[in-house]
């Protein structure tokens, strides 16, 4: 369980009993009903300026329309929905959702809590206005979906034992796997959020500096060795003061919600350049995330146990209750022209040995401070057998053992026009609250 038990009008939006007048949000394989509620950006070829929504079975939800309407309100924020002013007030009415979060955990409850009820199928208030509804609700494949915040800082972790023990195994002594830190502290480096971008966006090869063992010096080039990163990351909601560390305890009141993460790899330019100081180019080019943020409230009934940590973290990383989730994911490629995509890899983030909250909190213990918006990803999500491997380095076992696909031929590493699809869910009582997609294409590097 968490430490903070929820408040009954926000644990009653999780209720799998509660049903939606969207009738697509009904639907057992829907990504997104009703208990779900994740927030993004959009928007359409009728109004191409971007505004915040909420994802709703096979639709969106304006949220800038239903406040300048009056039936959405912010809780302790000035001006009054519909007035001249409101334009202003309306933070909905914005490329990147940074100015709704930074108005507080309460306030994002606030809103989960009337949005359940005004999107339940019992509540009359905007199923039964056409006028609001064909201006509110918005079919997905009419919408464009944008990057839902900007992000001022990225930073990427290490954490799942699998990985960093096949990594270690692969090119170093498989019994001493594991470096002596890695299981004293949540392993990170502080990536670059400039290169940040949304699903869809396609993928350029990188071109970097590329050595073999048998050459004196590198070459130059395109990567050879393109790899995915299956990963999660997390939003800040709320940041820290230069100096003032987030506790353990309480670094999950900081996290505004979830995404699917694509940590893009180019191995052999990162082999060469990573020692002394880890990746540069390698990771520069590209990390694709999905577009819907999914919050910690909707995901509060998948909590289970983390993996036991051995030894017992140091005191700072410590925090009771469960702090892992039931998130099921996987990883398909479809070649250029294929009909059909194969599955490469099925894990869950349950098997993550280091927590959000530890990763936070070892993140600003020296005093780093945060910002809303800022991005931190898992790092590659590895189960414990082949079929549940994060990427492609470890499921080919770095090229050795060919991949096949359906309809034929092989993969060791991503060949240009590859689209990578990453999917992530959490299996409810007749309903479950996925991620969507993030996808990415890869396209040929420049020459």
Same mark, same amino acid.
């Given at each position: ?224 060795? /393109?790899?995915?990163?299956? #990963?999660?990351? @997390?939003? !800040?909601?709320?940041?820290?003061? *230069?100096?003032?560390?987030? =506790?353990? %305890? ?66 700072? /990383?410590?925090?009771?209750? #469960?702090?892992? @989730?039931? !998130?099921?994911?996987?990883?398909? *490629?479809?070649?250029?022209? =294929?009909? %059909? ?87 409810? =009582? ?18």
């Amino acid at each position: 369980m968490s430490s903070q038990p929820l408040p009954d009008d926000l644990r009653a939006t999780l209720d799998p009993r509660r049903k939606s007048w969207v009738e697509s949000a009904n639907d057992a394989a829907c990504d997104f009903p009703i208990q779900n509620l994740p927030f993004g950006v959009f928007s359409t070829a009728q109004n191409v300026t971007p505004r915040a929504g909420v994802a709703i079975g096979d639709s969106v939800i304006d949220l800038a329309a239903l406040y300048d309407a009056g039936v959405l309100r912010l809780p302790g924020t000035p001006g009054t929905p519909g007035s001249p002013a409101s334009a202003q007030a309306n933070v909905f009415a914005r490329g990147a959702l940074n100015d709704f979060i930074e108005l507080g955990r309460d306030v994002w409850r606030s809103v989960r809590v009337q949005l359940s009820s005004l999107l339940s199928r019992e509540t009359a208030a905007l199923r039964d206005d056409a006028a609001l509804r064909s201006r509110a609700l918005v079919k997905l494949a009419d919408a464009k979906l944008h990057l839902p915040v900007s992000i001022p800082g990225y930073t990427d972790f290490y954490s799942s034992k699998e990985h960093a023990t096949n990594v270690g195994s692969m090119f170093r002594d498989p019994k001493n796997a594991l470096l002596p830190n890695w299981s004293e502290m949540p392993i990170g480096y502080n990536g670059r959020a400039s290169s940040v971008v949304v699903s869809g966006t396609p993928v350029r090869r990188p071109n970097g500096q590329l050595k073999s063992p048998d050459q004196d010096r590198p070459v130059f080039g395109a990567c050879r060795k /393109l790899d995915i990163e299956l #990963e999660t990351g @997390f939003v !800040i909601g709320r940041g820290n003061a *230069l100096g003032e560390p987030i =506790a353990c %305890e309480s670094a999950e009141a900081h996290i505004f919600g979830m995404v699917l993460l694509n940590d893009w790899s180019a191995r052999d330019i990162q082999q060469w350049e990573y020692v002394p100081l880890g990746p540069f180019n390698s990771k520069g080019f590209a990390t694709t995330i999905s577009p819907w943020i999914v919050t910690l409230d909707a995901l509060e009934p998948f909590r289970v146990a983390q993996p036991v940590q051995e030894p017992q973290p140091l005191e700072y /990383l410590r925090h009771g209750g #469960e702090h892992a @989730f039931d !998130i099921e994911l996987e990883v398909m *490629l479809r070649p250029a022209g =294929a009909g %059909e995509a194969t599955t490469i890899s099925r894990t869950n983030f349950r098997h993550m040995y280091w927590s959000m909250a530890q990763q936070l909190a070892h993140h600003t213990v020296g005093g780093c401070n945060t910002r809303v918006g800022d991005l931190m990803g898992s790092g590659t999500i590895s189960g414990p057998t082949a079929d549940s491997f994060g990427s492609l380095l470890e499921i080919t076992w770095n090229a050795k053992n060919p991949l096949a696909l359906k309809g034929g031929g092989t993969r060791g590493f991503i060949e240009d026009g590859d689209v990578l699809t990453l999917a992530g869910w959490c299996q409810g =009582a007749g309903y479950r609250v996925g991620f969507g997609t993030c996808v990415g294409e890869v396209i040929p590097a420049l020459s």
